[in-house]
């Protein structure tokens, strides 16, 4: 029988703060009907980071090492599809979304098939802004995206996102940027094969340690 959930976490050099994280998620996963399961795509760390890996304590965690540093979307599409959960559940390694926000995406996978977490929306709640350069040009960005790519969504850029299992790794299976604006492509994609997106306001907090070079 499927587990419920699939947790997937992209890390680049995340030996900081990844040990913090995994036993949040841990804890989290446990409190999960029908199970979870942590995956974290580990983007060719340099620094340690996959050192974790091998600490018992984090054995119920699997481990998707790539070997060079690739990007955030070639980590992704290494966990999505290693994945067995009926649902999946991407976020950031810095939980910058706390993982307690999937509470408020479920219930939107009953008429969707990708809920994006967003901090766009009138119920988003910002506990801490980026600087104001990275702010306008994360603005600058969306314009562009809501112009030439998916219009109607305000913010494709939020690390957290909630799938129907088969249609992630059917998504991830064809996505073909491999860095940071691979959000773009896997909305793209969930339209073009004809499932509803979503989009719902969640908490977020801003981590200054971000590996995406502002240029």
Not at 15 to 39: N, Q
Not at 44 to 71: I, K
Not at 72 to 86: H, N, Q, W
Request: hydrophobic share 45%; aromatic share 6%.
């Amino acid at each position: 029988m499927a587990l419920q959930l699939s947790i997937v976490v992209p890390a680049y050099n995340e030996a900081a703060r990844i040990g913090p994280t995994l036993d949040r998620l841990l804890a989290f996963a446990r409190t999960v009907p029908g199970g979870a399961e942590i995956l974290v795509g580990d983007d060719g760390s340099s620094d340690g980071t996959g050192s974790f890996a091998l600490q018992p304590q984090y054995r119920e965690v699997r481990w998707l090492r790539l070997p060079e540093n690739r990007g955030k979307g070639a980590a992704l599409r290494a966990g999505v599809l290693a994945s067995t959960g009926a649902e999946v559940l991407l976020c950031d390694a810095d939980l910058s979304t706390p993982i307690e926000e999937y509470a408020r995406l479920r219930p939107h996978l009953e008429s969707a098939g990708l809920v994006l977490g967003s901090r766009g929306l009138a119920d988003s709640k910002i506990t801490r802004r980026q600087p104001a350069y990275r702010e306008l040009m994360g603005r600058l960005f969306n314009v562009v995206v809501r112009v030439v790519a998916v219009g109607g969504i305000r913010d494709t850029q939020c690390g957290f996102k909630l799938l129907r299992g088969d249609l992630a790794r059917g998504l991830f299976a064809d996505l073909r940027i491999d860095r940071f604006a691979y959000d773009v492509e896997l909305v793209w994609l969930a339209r073009r094969r004809g499932a509803t997106v979503t989009e719902v306001g969640v908490a977020w907090h801003d981590s200054p340690a971000s590996s995406v070079h502002a240029l």
